[in-house]
């Protein structure tokens, strides 16, 4: 069972930075895909970005260029660093863990994932 725990979540201006990290609870967690997904009220939970170990990432077209995923292995986490945020990144932010392989567009699909965790909300005021 693969636990995850999100972290760095709160309340920023735009044009301001965050970032998110999820804590894995698992010591084969370097198997697994981690990704990030988000959800705005009223509406579908959307994919943001994904890692496969050690180091392929997939970053959603709406977000690129502004969100990078990356891991530190030492510490078991995998970070979603957000910057220039918009008052439309405003979410709920999962992550979660799903065995998928190879890398490509599909790391966005949340079908692809089985352990989810409990969110953590970013605000983004104008």
């Known amino acids: 069972q693969v636990q995850l725990v999100e972290s760095g979540g709160g309340s920023v201006q735009a044009g301001g930075s965050l970032r998110l990290s999820c804590a894995a609870s698992?010591?084969?967690?370097?198997?697994?895909?981690i990704g990030w997904f988000r959800q705005a009220p009223g509406k579908e939970r959307e994919g943001v970005a994904g890692?496969?170990?050690?180091?392929?990432?997939y970053v959603a077209e709406s977000v690129r260029g502004r969100f990078t995923i990356s891991q530190d292995k030492a510490k078991n986490t995998v970070s979603l660093k957000m910057n220039s945020l918009e008052p439309e990144d405003t979410a709920m932010y999962y992550c979660?863990?799903?065995?998928?392989?190879?890398?490509?567009?599909?790391?966005?699909?949340?079908?692809?994932?089985?352990?989810w965790g409990q969110g953590i909300q970013v605000t983004v005021s104008s």
């Open positions: 979660a863990a799903g065995r998928i392989s190879p890398g490509g567009p599909w790391i966005l699909l949340r079908e692809n994932y089985n352990y």
């Open positions: 698992y010591y084969g967690y370097s198997r697994y895909c």
């Open positions: 890692i496969i170990m050690p180091n392929y990432t």
